[in-house]
């Protein structure tokens, strides 16, 4: 059975660093893409970003607003994804989900339960 | 950036309705358009990619068509568990962008 679990969420103040990590299981994730999507409050999904899997070279994308700040990687040996978010802003503050998504990351087929990150002073 | 506008914003239905929501692209995305639904404290869950293909599990009361610029949702035969909000994807150029959601409500 494939899951996916985020956590490492909390509160942080602006311009500090925070890492979620996103434990995987039932698949390879070297296999496939992995993507970090996050829901600020009252507002939709936003893409935070993507990994490629390895055979296509294990690259990123990342939205606009995080370039930069943020970074994926991934720890295969242990099946963890990771969200590497630094010089945090209020405006990061959202549930940040990680998902497995299938080539170029799309569609998002599993997705964790989702993270709180709070960016306050 | 691609935009994604979805309409209606909320729609308010009963058990055993139909409702149809509509998912427009800013430039053509052919088929590289996805559905999701969410619930609040859940996870976002896959219903329809490639426009019209059902994800594995997803009842066949749910259904989806278009391509280019324009889309549509159509949720036949409404159960409790479907009151949720709804959000097309576009896949054809980074950034994957979202549209607004749609909030179905009873």
């Known amino acids: 059975e494939v899951q996916v679990v985020t956590s490492g969420g909390g509160l942080v103040q602006p311009g500090r660093s925070l890492r979620l990590s996103c434990a995987t299981s039932?698949?390879?994730?070297?296999?496939?893409?992995m993507t970090w999507f996050r829901k600020p409050p009252g507002k939709g999904l936003e893409w935070v970003g993507f990994?490629?899997?390895?055979?296509?070279?294990?690259?990123?994308e990342y939205a606009a607003s995080v370039k930069g700040r943020f970074t994926i990687s991934l720890d295969e040996s242990k099946g963890i994804a990771y969200l590497q978010m630094d010089s945090l802003k209020t405006e990061d503050t959202a549930v940040y989900y990680c998902?497995?998504?299938?080539?170029?990351?799309?569609?998002?087929?599993?997705w964790g339960q989702g993270t709180l990150v709070t960016v306050s002073s | 950036d691609i935009q994604m506008t979805q309409s209606p914003s909320s729609v308010s239905a009963s058990i055993g309705d139909t409702i149809t929501i509509t998912c427009r692209a800013s430039?053509?995305?052919?088929?590289?358009l996805a559905w999701y639904q969410h619930k609040p404290g859940q996870a976002p869950k896959l219903l329809i990619y490639?426009?019209?293909i059902l994800q594995t599990g997803v009842p066949s009361r749910f259904s989806g068509s278009g391509s280019g610029t324009e889309f549509t949702l159509t949720i036949n035969s409404l159960q409790p568990g479907d009151f949720a909000t709804y959000y097309c994807?576009?896949?054809?150029?980074?950034?994957?962008?979202f549209g607004q959601g749609t909030r179905l409500e009873i």
């Open positions: 430039r053509d995305v052919s088929t590289w």
């Open positions: 490639g426009a019209s």
């Open positions: 990994i490629r899997s390895k055979p296509y070279g294990g690259t990123t």
């Open positions: 998902s497995r998504s299938l080539h170029g990351g799309y569609p998002s087929d599993y």
């Open positions: 039932g698949f390879t994730l070297r296999d496939y893409p």
């Open positions: 994807q576009q896949a054809t150029s980074f950034p994957l962008t």
